[in-house]
Structure formats: structure tokens, C-alpha cells
């Protein structure tokens, strides 16, 4: 029997595939949190890949917290490359395979049309270099790796704009949200089961893959979506980025391509608006 390691695992992905693995016993699946594969802590990362031996590896977890990356450099590169480049040897040094989660903020936003995986990176922010050198060490250490860029990841584990948005709408009479930022939406179970979908396909094809939900959306068109919903009475108004400054600059445009990830792995990819309802159910 295969064993998957999950790492990050009380995280959004994390938390999602572990919905998702009971419906595939033919693996044995480890979800490490903290306790069992911290990633920044690298001698220990080391020794528990060592014992753990797993055959897949899905490096869900990362450093994500945007805005404070800017003050914690060190951290985000240790958690967001180091280790990563350690857990990218190990599956090449012990034949196993991976796929990493990376992000769309490897890019800068200057792009006006769908970003392919061939895209210049150019990321403005920390997090972004972080994620980015983490993407070079991965190919470096292990070609064979899968990488998949994603974007706006939601699900009803963790903390993300979704629960932020129903919260604040429970809570206030009106609320204002950026309408100058372009991209599209992930529900972290329909990434999930991408991931499953990938590992239980009959070929392996690495290299950098873009998924996201179908949809091309501001963040304010995504609150009008989940007011929508949820049947909430909030008002909500479109503000520019100018109007709401983050200590982390954001790109404007990160509307992810799918087309290779999708005939790739003949992978239907629903719309966001569908995955989204779900939450709701």
C-alpha cells in the first residue's frame, strides 16, 4: 500500500484532503501537522521524512500570512523554500513523488490577459519571493516534481476571505472591499481532489501547473457572491487597494490559465460560483 504524506495538514488543503481520503483506502495516508513535520524546523523535517518514508508527498503546508511576512523574511524563506528544497530531495533521493502548492502572487499583476505557468514571475511582495524561490528549489532538487499554482484559496476549514466576509456581513450594516484586484477564487476541496485526480492518473507529467475555479472576478464581485449566498443585508461597496494599504503590496491582475492543467489531466474545473454555494449548504 502507497503511503501519501500530507503536510500542513490542519490547514485549508490539508483539512480538505483529509474530507476526501477515507473515499481512496487503497492509500495509506499520513497528515503531519506541526507535531509530526513542522517546516521550520529542518533537522526535524528531515528525521520525520525519514521515518514517515512516504511514497507521495503533498506539500500543502506553507508560510501565508501575507502581510507579515514583510517583518519575518527569515521565516517565510525558511518554511517557503528550505524546506521545501529538503522535502524536494527527499522524494528524489528515495524515488517518491511530489506535488507542491504554490501561489499566484509569484506574479506582479502587470499582466492584462489569463497568466499561463510560462508567465514572467516578477513577485512584490515577500511571500511571493518566498514562494517563488521555493517553485526553483523544488524543479532544482527534484524535476520530477509537480508544482500547482493557486489562488484566493477558500474552504470551511482555517481562516480566509470567505468566513472574514460572512462574519463581517453577520456583523455590520455595510462594509467596503477592494475592486481592483483581479484573479479567481480556489475552493480548496475542488484543488483537493485535482491533487487526488493527478496521483491516480495513469501518467506523471511534471513541472508548474495553474488551477483555480473558472471566473474572472475582483474581490468585491466575490463579496457580492457570497452575500448573495448567504442572504445577508450588508452593504457592500467597491474600494481601490489605494483606499485600504497593506504593509504587503498585492497584484492587481493573478487570473490563473488552466488550459494545461486541464488537458493535461482531462480535469473539468467548475465555476467559482458553484464551488462557492457549497459553503452554503
Same mark, same amino acid.
Given at each position: 500500500?502507497?503511503?501519501?504524506?500530507?503536510?500542513?495538514?490542519?490547514?485549508?488543503?490539508?483539512?480538505?484532503?483529509?474530507?476526501?481520503?477515507?473515499?481512496?483506502? #487503497?492509500?495509506?495516508?499520513?497528515?503531519?501537522?506541526?507535531?509530526?513535520?513542522?517546516?521550520?524546523?529542518?533537522?526535524?523535517?528531515?528525521?520525520?521524512?525519514?521515518?514517515?518514508?512516504?511514497?507521495?508527498?503533498?506539500?500543502? *503546508?506553507?508560510? +501565508?500570512?501575507?502581510?507579515?511576512?514583510?517583518?519575518?523574511?527569515?521565516? $517565510?524563506? +525558511?518554511?517557503?523554500? @528550505?524546506?521545501?528544497?529538503?522535502?524536494?530531495?527527499?522524494?528524489?533521493?528515495?524515488? $517518491?513523488?511530489?506535488?507542491?502548492?504554490?501561489?499566484?502572487?509569484?506574479?506582479?499583476?502587470? @499582466?492584462?490577459?489569463?497568466?499561463? &505557468?510560462?508567465? &514572467?514571475?516578477? /513577485?512584490?511582495?515577500?511571500?511571493?519571493? %518566498?514562494?517563488?524561490?521555493? &517553485?526553483?528549489? =523544488?524543479?532544482?532538487?527534484? /524535476?520530477?516534481?509537480?508544482?500547482?499554482?493557486? %489562488?484566493?484559496?477558500?474552504?470551511?476549514?482555517?481562516?480566509?476571505?470567505?468566513? +472574514?466576509?460572512?462574519?463581517?456581513? #453577520?456583523?455590520?450594516?455595510?462594509?467596503?472591499?477592494?475592486?481592483?484586484?483581479?484573479?479567481?477564487?480556489?475552493? $480548496? +476541496?475542488?484543488?483537493? #481532489? $485535482?491533487?487526488? !485526480?493527478?496521483?491516480?492518473? @495513469?501518467?506523471?507529467?511534471? *513541472?508548474?501547473?495553474?488551477? %483555480?475555479?473558472?471566473?474572472?472576478?475582483?474581490?468585491?464581485?466575490?463579496?457580492?457572491?457570497?452575500?448573495?449566498?448567504?442572504?445577508? !443585508? =450588508?452593504?457592500?461597496?467597491?474600494?481601490?487597494?489605494?483606499?485600504? /494599504?497593506?504593509?504587503?503590496?498585492?497584484?492587481?491582475?493573478?487570473?490563473? !490559465?488552466?488550459?494545461?492543467?486541464?488537458?493535461?489531466?482531462?480535469? &473539468?474545473?467548475? !465555476?467559482?460560483?458553484?464551488?462557492?454555494?457549497?459553503?452554503?449548504?
Amino acid at each position: 500500500m502507497k503511503k501519501i504524506l500530507v503536510t500542513g495538514a490542519t490547514g485549508q488543503l490539508g483539512s480538505e484532503l483529509s474530507v476526501l481520503a477515507p473515499k481512496y483506502p #487503497q492509500y495509506e495516508w499520513i497528515f503531519a501537522d506541526r507535531t509530526k513535520a513542522t517546516l521550520d524546523n529542518l533537522e526535524f523535517l528531515q528525521s520525520q521524512l525519514e521515518a514517515i518514508n512516504a511514497d507521495i508527498i503533498f506539500n500543502c *503546508g506553507a508560510y +501565508t500570512a501575507v502581510d507579515k511576512a514583510e517583518s519575518e523574511k527569515d521565516l $517565510a524563506f +525558511t518554511i517557503n523554500k @528550505s524546506a521545501v528544497a529538503l522535502i524536494a530531495k527527499f522524494t528524489a533521493d528515495n524515488n $517518491a513523488r511530489l506535488i507542491h502548492i504554490s501561489t499566484d502572487y509569484v506574479f506582479d499583476g502587470s @499582466s492584462s490577459i489569463a497568466l499561463t &505557468e510560462e508567465a &514572467e514571475t516578477n /513577485p512584490i511582495n515577500v511571500y511571493g519571493e %518566498s514562494k517563488l524561490a521555493g &517553485e526553483i528549489v =523544488c524543479l532544482k532538487e527534484n /524535476p520530477e516534481s509537480i508544482i500547482i499554482r493557486t %489562488s484566493w484559496v477558500y474552504s470551511k476549514f482555517g481562516n480566509n476571505f470567505v468566513k +472574514t466576509m460572512q462574519r463581517l456581513m #453577520q456583523e455590520r450594516d455595510e462594509i467596503n472591499v477592494v475592486n481592483d484586484q483581479i484573479g479567481s477564487p480556489t475552493h $480548496a +476541496t475542488d484543488l483537493a #481532489q $485535482a491533487m487526488i !485526480n493527478i496521483v491516480e492518473s @495513469s501518467k506523471w507529467i511534471p *513541472g508548474i501547473y495553474n488551477y %483555480s475555479n473558472e471566473g474572472e472576478i475582483s474581490w468585491y464581485k466575490f463579496a457580492l457572491s457570497i452575500k448573495e449566498f448567504g442572504g445577508y !443585508n =450588508c452593504k457592500v461597496g467597491g474600494i481601490s487597494s489605494s483606499s485600504y /494599504p497593506t504593509p504587503a503590496k498585492r497584484p492587481k491582475f493573478s487570473l490563473l !490559465n488552466k488550459t494545461k492543467i486541464k488537458s493535461v489531466y482531462n480535469l &473539468e474545473i467548475p !465555476n467559482y460560483k458553484e464551488s462557492l454555494k457549497k459553503i452554503f449548504i
